[in-house]
């Protein structure tokens, strides 16, 4: 979506469906992948319009789509775990301004995350896979968890580490290769790491190892969305910096399952598209609309695995 108009309706009409269409007809898309692309393109001018008449006194441009925030587009890329450490190390502190901190949408969205996050922890001690800047972390400590962050990226765990202040324990360490004893935690827990692991098997393969007889391991991951690729080249958006693969949430059910997990939940964390989250300026819509839409267009999923058979009830 390239915004830069400072007028919003001249924006409105660069996100036109019809003209959407009419790019689709001169692009090589499938047609199966027009449906998805046009819902987007009237799913941004609702918001837009939205966003118009809650601030008439405010006709200013919407910020240009960064780079980094448009890296969940590629899904055909293949992970690298060094093309992942080189994206973290070059993005370093300003990982959470861009996702986050920029608008209040980024900040609502963060809400809702850390919330889902904590709602399926069970148990007091807790393996955090993939900590970035300690976001998560933080979070996880002051909530008075038993806290073990692991992160790949050098620079990553620095910052985790000193965000951390001296409470719970970093590790930079590899995923796929955990360096704990078994039966040593009550919950594994990674959030939106799961789609840059090269071998997410050999993870769950860890995750059970390293967990309890009654453990759990909880995993989020940015979702495999028909008409994802389509929509990015037609709006010109910008190829992903660090490569991932998209998955559905059945397909992540069944990769607990083959790791010896019951799938005890899966499920959506969002309720709208990510970007939406991260590029609304005004929360309020947001805020007032979110509990009462349904989840299917999320477009990030979460699954929750046992290594035993229970119960889990979750709103």
Do not use: C
């Amino acid at each position: 979506m390239r915004l830069a108009s400072k007028n919003p309706l001249i924006a409105l009409k660069r996100l036109n469906p019809l003209r959407v269409v009419a790019a689709w007809k001169r692009s090589s898309a499938p047609a199966s992948d027009l449906l998805p692309v046009v819902l987007l393109g009237f799913l941004s001018n609702a918001f837009l319009l939205i966003g118009v008449l809650l601030n008439p006194s405010r006709r200013q441009a919407k910020p240009k789509v960064n780079p980094k925030l448009t890296d969940l587009m590629d899904m055909r890329a293949t992970p690298s775990k060094k093309n992942v450490i080189d994206n973290y190390n070059g993005e370093g502190k300003n990982y959470d301004n861009i996702r986050y901190g920029r608008t209040k949408g980024g900040k609502f969205f963060s809400e809702i995350e850390l919330r889902k996050t904590l709602e399926l922890i069970k148990g007091t001690k807790v393996l955090h896979v993939g900590t970035a800047t300690g976001r998560v972390s933080a979070h996880l400590v002051s909530s008075g968890f038993d806290y073990v962050g692991v992160e790949l990226s050098r620079v990553m765990a620095r910052i985790t580490k000193e965000k951390l202040g001296g409470a719970g324990d970093m590790v930079q360490a590899d995923a796929e290769h955990l360096p704990f004893t078994a039966d040593a935690f009550d919950d594994v827990v990674s959030v939106r790491s799961f789609h840059f692991f090269p071998h997410p098997e050999a993870f769950l393969d860890e995750a059970h190892r390293v967990l309890k007889r009654t453990g759990r391991v909880t995993v989020s991951f940015e979702k495999n969305v028909r008409g994802r690729e389509t929509f990015r080249r037609i709006m010109n958006l910008p190829p992903s910096n660090a490569k991932r693969t998209y998955y559905t949430n059945p397909q992540v059910a069944l990769m607990m399952r083959k790791a010896r997990f019951e799938a005890l939940f899966a499920g959506n964390v969002t309720k709208l598209p990510l970007l939406f989250y991260w590029r609304s300026n005004d929360d309020r819509v947001l805020k007032g609309l979110h509990g009462k839409i349904p989840s299917f267009m999320g477009t990030v999923g979460m699954v929750v695995g046992s290594k035993e058979s229970q119960s889990l009830g979750i709103n």
